[in-house]
């Protein structure tokens, strides 16, 4: 009583609300419409309907603690029915919306603040070898969609930034491509940008690659000519089906994992091409800033996923500065004679060879 008191007196007190957590989370995701993008509002509200409300909906906003929340956490840890980077959307998701709580007045403090974000295991990264990349290739070259898996793998391209790719962003004599839209994981929107701010980027493609989209502009053009006016829909993309509509994740993967079986090698993910590519660059050892920025990742630690799957990385590099730094140079068996300047043969040494042409040696010499 003498804390809600003194809270009346300075003006601060929120009088505690008594609507459920489930009214209150409706009226958060429609405010969170013109917010973030539709597919980012279907995650939210897959989330909140399907794993946060059956657990918390019937809870007053008022009387919500962090112990309800916490057992939460541990009860989608312990049954697996969520990822633990969905896990960590819903702690994102569940502190945002008390946040909100808070600047809306309905509950004097936000319980969910108190708690730590839950962490992500980290799981083994799975790639495929050089000769399995090659293998699938082989396989994949006939299938209509070859292209794609191509790009994947020696661009790192996200699926949704290939699909999304049109001809105009391809620059086939200079072997550039920009990325400038993707396409929905449900296939039925374009989306302006790529993932992230710096997934806006261009990415250098190689010969082989060019040559690959020099063919496939030939087909798409007889494709077009072929269906004749009306039948085809000329979205401009690289990537598409017969009568040009984008080409929707679901069939390309359906293509992905068929070709997977023909050709024998590990079965991955789509995204894992992604992987592959940048493994491959780096045990190229090639700058890891370079690598980042054609990714379109925003951080260079984001190079720190590739560590387990790189032990090599470490030793050849301390082999390469020791060739470096401890490189024992040859004797001169032309030197004839020398005059060190300072004692002990060290420091500076003035040499004259068979030609009479004067050598000047610093440091300890060696005949």
């Known amino acids: 009583m003498t804390k809600i008191q003194n809270e009346l007196n300075k003006g601060t007190y929120v ?37 946060i409300l059956p657990t918390l909906g019937q809870i007053e906003l008022s009387k919500l603690t962090p112990r309800h929340i916490q057992d939460l956490y541990n009860d989608l840890f312990e049954t697996g029915r969520l990822s633990d980077e969905n896990i960590q959307k819903v702690h994102t998701i569940i502190n945002d919306s008390l946040n909100k709580a808070v600047s809306w007045e309905m509950v004097a403090k936000n319980v969910a603040s108190v708690l730590e974000r839950p962490k992500a295991r980290k799981k083994e990264m799975e790639v495929w070898e050089v000769d399995e990349a090659h293998e699938f290739l082989k ?24 699909l999304g790719l049109r001809w105009k962003d391809v620059n086939l004599d200079t072997g550039i491509l920009s990325i400038t839209q993707t396409l929905s994981h449900d296939g039925k929107e374009m989306q302006v940008g790529a993932k992230t701010d710096s997934g806006n980027r261009t990415v250098a493609i190689d010969a082989e690659t060019v ?93 720190d996923r590739y560590a387990h799957v790189l032990p090599n990385i470490q030793k ?36 004259i060879d068979k030609n009479q042409k004067p050598l000047v040696y610093q440091g300890i010499l060696t005949f």
């Open 211 to 303: 040559n690959a989209l020099r063919k496939l502009a030939k087909r798409s053009k007889a494709e077009r000519l072929e269906a004749g006016p009306g039948s085809f829909q000329d979205n401009g993309l690289v990537i598409s089906t017969t009568v040009g509509t984008p080409l929707t994740p679901r069939n390309l993967m359906r293509t992905f994992y068929r070709i997977i079986e023909k050709a024998g090698v590990k079965k991955i993910r789509f995204h894992d091409l992604r992987h592959t590519h940048a493994t491959m660059l780096l045990k190229a050892n090639v700058n890891p800033k370079i690598v980042a920025e054609r990714m379109g990742w925003s951080d260079i630690k984001m190079i």
């Open 139 to 162: 396989i994949a070259e006939k299938d209509r969609y070859y292209v794609a898996f191509l790009l994947a793998l020696t661009t790192g391209m996200r699926q949704g930034e290939i």
């Open 316 to 351: 050849d590099t301390a082999d390469a500065f020791g060739k470096c730094s401890f490189k024992i140079k040859k004797p001169n068996k032309n030197i004839i004679r020398a005059n060190f300047i300072n004692s002990h043969q060290q420091n500076i040494c003035l040499c």
């Open 15 to 51: 009088e505690p609300s008594k609507m459920m957590y489930s009214s209150f989370m409706a009226d958060w995701l429609k405010d969170k419409q013109t917010k973030v993008q539709r597919r980012t509002l279907e995650t939210y509200s897959g989330l909140v309907n399907n794993h």
